[in-house]
């Protein structure tokens, strides 16, 4: 059964550098969506992703967050320069044309910024 | 402003009995939809079930029933026959009427005792 995949799984960074968290959507998927969940709180919207470009963002998606689909398969979030309050899990998701009701979520990257 | 509640943190029920976990939203949108998600304490995020807000059925997938009361504004998941397995933290979830931006609820923790 096809999966969304995330890499890496876990990353540590320093406070301040950037950090790109990678995502490779189910293939035949056209919407993409970035969630971050800090521990033990709720999951939270980030940014969506259509036609190569972003139809809509949450007030956490600020200047610092960048989406990009590089090429066919990868989808990618870049965060410039961390900060300790993005430490989380951050989950890729990705839904069909058909039924884009449906999202299947990446098994997730948790983040540490020190 | 989209909105959705979930006002039990956590919940206990006997293994094999059912269960309702408690969902409530708002929204100003004339069309929407819920989703209830499963997040075992390994941190993937599993689809569970769908209900759209002009659809005249409740959902069901299985085990899992929604108990749709669109007056009253909520969406409960009823797991009937509960498993150890089902042990997990739920979340609701709700987009609007753009399918480009979802709401989580803070989630309710569920064990199942044997």
Same mark, same amino acid.
């Given at each position: ?13 320093q ?5 790109? $968290?990678?995502?490779?959507?189910? *293939?035949?998927? @056209? ?9 033990? %709180?709720?999951?939270?919207? $980030?940014? *969506? ?5 972003? +139809?809509?963002?949450?007030e ?5 967050? #960048? ?12 965060? &410039? #320069?961390?900060? @300790?309050?993005? *430490?989380? =899990?951050?989950?890729?998701? *990705?839904?069909?044309?058909? &039924? ?8 997730? /990257?948790? $983040? @540490?910024?020190? | ?5 979930q ?12 269960v ?7 929204t ?16 993937? =995020?599993?689809? @569970? ?6 659809? %005249?059925?409740?959902? /069901?997938?299985?085990?899992?029933? $929604? ?19 089902? +042990? ?14 979802f709401?989580?609820?803070s ?8």
């Amino acid at each position: 059964e096809p999966e969304v995949t995330q890499t890496p799984s876990h990353q540590v960074t320093q406070m301040g550098q950037e950090v790109i $968290l990678r995502c490779v959507p189910i *293939s035949n998927h @056209l919407y993409f969506y970035w969630y971050r969940q800090i521990l033990g %709180q709720k999951v939270e919207f $980030l940014v *969506s992703f259509y036609n190569n470009e972003i +139809s809509e963002k949450s007030e956490i998606f600020d200047d610092q967050f #960048s989406v990009e689909r590089p090429d066919g398969s990868n989808f990618t979030l870049k965060i &410039r #320069s961390t900060k @300790l309050e993005d *430490s989380a =899990m951050y989950f890729c998701a *990705s839904s069909d044309h058909q &039924r884009q009701e449906t999202q299947y979520f990446g098994p997730g /990257t948790r $983040l @540490l910024v020190l | 402003a989209q909105k959705i509640t979930q006002t039990q943190p956590g919940m206990f029920v006997q293994e094999k009995e059912a269960v309702t976990l408690d969902c409530t939203y708002d929204t100003s949108d004339p069309s929407y939809g819920l989703f209830w998600y499963k997040q075992p304490s390994s941190g993937e =995020m599993i689809f @569970l079930i769908y209900q759209g807000s002009y659809d %005249q059925q409740n959902a /069901t997938e299985g085990r899992y029933s $929604l108990n749709f009361q669109k007056a009253r504004k909520s969406a409960n998941l009823v797991i009937s026959a509960s498993q150890l397995g089902d +042990s997990a933290m739920y979340f609701c979830a709700m987009r609007g009427e753009n399918f480009n931006k979802f709401y989580f609820g803070s989630g309710t923790k569920l064990n199942v005792k044997p």
